[in-house]
């Protein structure tokens, strides 16, 4: 059973988006996995002010916002699932937010307790989702994480489905 934190991006609560992340969390809870999801939206988290303080002080931000609820369930999981419309060719603001202040994360935990297992859920009207697939590839290759797969375009649900039922 693997433990998945779900970072939901999108601006709209009940959009496309929503409706992949929820095929998505049926087929991971369908093969035991525990799945808790974050609605970023909803929360009052800000940028990351690049003052290094949290690799000077065991990784403690000075910023004390809805961050730390995100930081908790960051530990908790062992897999955490990007989920997003595009914008500009790649993820929403609300997520880029909260993935640049998991600095603060990777050097409280240190870098090798940093590592997780990851999948990655977009729509898009288009399907040109380049600049989110090499963002993506970050966490992939230049992090390690063990990529689980990535869901493409609105109306895939059975793909979402399939992909969470899979992770194990």
């Known amino acids: 059973m693997k ?29 035991g996995n525990e799945v808790s999801s974050l609605y970023l939206n909803s929360m009052n988290i800000k940028g990351c002010l690049a003052c290094e303080k949290c690799s000077k002080n065991g990784g403690e931000c000075v ?22 419309p595009q914008f500009w ?3 929403t603001g609300q997520l880029k937010v909260v993935i640049d202040r998991l600095y603060s994360e990777m050097h409280r935990l240190g870098f ?4 997780k297992e990851t999948a990655l859920i977009m729509t898009a009207r288009g399907d040109n989702y380049q600049f ?18 990535t869901v493409l ?6 793909e979402a489905r399939e992909i969470g039922a899979n992770i194990k």
């Open 3 to 31: 433990k998945i934190l779900i970072l939901n991006g999108s601006p709209r609560k009940n959009g496309k988006t929503a409706s992949l992340i929820n095929a998505f969390s049926q087929g991971a809870e369908r093969t």
């Open 63 to 84: 910023q004390k916002d809805d961050m730390e609820t995100v930081k908790e369930a960051f530990e908790w999981a062992d897999v955490v699932v990007f989920a997003s």
């Open 89 to 91: 060719g790649t993820i």
């Open 112 to 115: 090798e307790n940093f590592v």
């Open 132 to 149: 989110a697939l090499d963002f993506y590839a970050i966490f992939v290759n230049l992090l390690g994480w063990k990529d689980h797969g």
């Open 153 to 158: 375009g609105a109306g895939k649900e059975d």
